[in-house]
């Protein structure tokens, strides 16, 4: 059953392969189980079609409703222009405003009721900031368009391998100093859920790791696991959550490991990307939890050294709007009961 409402596609960093992901992915519709529309620049994706032999075509649409009935025939597009010319491999600061515009129109859009998701292509932080961008990433920016109480909550998944790091866009010396117990229990309520009602799995089970080398060795080798991540465990089965921990990291994500939770919940960064994007590089979704409103993005980065080239792989954008209309289908049949 497709999405009711087409999913919002963002621009992402024009002098990135997200244009290219885009006209892959619509050229490959028959493997996209919901209607699409991307707001970007019709001319940039014009131009790009021809100069990677796509060859699409396009048709510009004023509002949501229009793409569902252009679809089957070209890829909806809701315009943005950009401010200069988008030069593949080069990222210029200048069209950083048209890059937020896209992702504030997406989430004004999903928020107003007229499109079903928002599905952000990659952005390139570093641009951003040349433009005074304010916040850490794509994930505190939709936080903060969506509500003053959001918190955000990152997850990666691919099929039934699900990860999520209570501390994100920091350095690890930063992240260390600001795990704690109630950053920890939060992460896992909101974790918790997003799987009953995203996801829908009603007794979801959620494994937490451990920070230090075997878990701290029963304090030889750290304190944190017995003084920090226990305790929000005992608080997250406390109101009922299926939570164990904390577990050894470097077995908690063997295939055997993986087949004894439905999410697992990592203190810092790369301890919960690297094994997923090992495991899954091309099939990772990035899903962001606790908003409003259903986002995800591809799993991978602008992609410069390959930006114009034809060369850029769909996959994981195909990937994003299908689990972005497969928790659409979940909400509903929540709401619903």
């Keep these: 059953m497709a999405s009711p409402k ?18 892959n992915a619509w050229a490959g519709r028959s493997d996209v189980t919901a209607p699409f529309f991307v707001i970007d620049d019709p001319g940039r994706l014009a131009d790009l079609s021809r100069q990677i032999g796509a060859m699409t075509a ?16 070209a890829l909806p597009v809701m315009g943005i222009a950009l401010p200069v010319e988008a030069v593949p491999g080069e990222p210029d600061p200048a069209n ?8 504030e129109t997406a989430v004004r859009l999903v928020m107003s009721g007229e499109a079903g998701a928002v599905v952000t292509n990659p952005v390139h932080k ?10 850490p990433g794509h994930t505190e920016f939709l936080a903060a368009l969506s509500g003053d109480d959001i918190v955000p909550v990152m ?42 009602r995203d996801f829908g799995i009603p007794n979801p089970r959620i494994a937490v790791a451990g920070l230090n080398p075997h878990a701290g060795e029963g304090g030889a080798l750290g304190s944190e696991e017995d003084q920090i991540i226990a305790p929000a465990v005992s608080a ?11 577990v050894a990291p470097d077995t908690l994500f063997t295939s055997q490991a ?3 939770y439905d999410a697992a919940l990592c203190m810092y960064h790369d301890q919960a990307l690297i094994p997923i994007k090992t495991v899954a590089f091309e099939t ?7 908003l409003p409103f259903v986002r995800t993005s591809p799993d991978h980065g602008t992609a410069f050294d390959i930006a114009g080239t034809g060369k850029a792989d769909e996959t994981s954008l195909v990937a994003a709007l299908n689990m972005a209309a497969e928790m659409i289908r979940h909400r509903a049949t929540a709401q619903a009961a």
């Design 6 to 23: 087409p999913l919002a596609l963002t621009m992402g960093e024009p002098a990135g392969i997200g244009g290219e992901v885009a006209l």
């Design 58 to 73: 396009i048709k510009i649409i004023q509002s949501p409703s229009e793409a569902i009935a252009v679809f089957d025939s």
């Design 96 to 103: 950083a405003s048209a890059v937020l515009s896209s992702i």
């Design 126 to 135: 570093q641009t951003l900031y040349e433009a005074d961008f304010p916040h």
């Design 155 to 196: 997850m990666l998944a691919a099929g039934g391998f699900r990860v999520v790091p209570v501390t994100v866009h920091q350095s690890l010396a930063e992240a260390l100093k600001s795990l704690n117990t109630g950053a920890i229990t939060q992460a896992g309520l909101i974790t918790a859920e997003a799987l009953k």
């Design 236 to 246: 997250l089965t406390e109101v009922g959550i299926d939570a164990f921990g904390p």
């Design 258 to 260: 993986r087949n004894g």
């Design 284 to 290: 990772a979704v990035n899903i962001t939890l606790g």
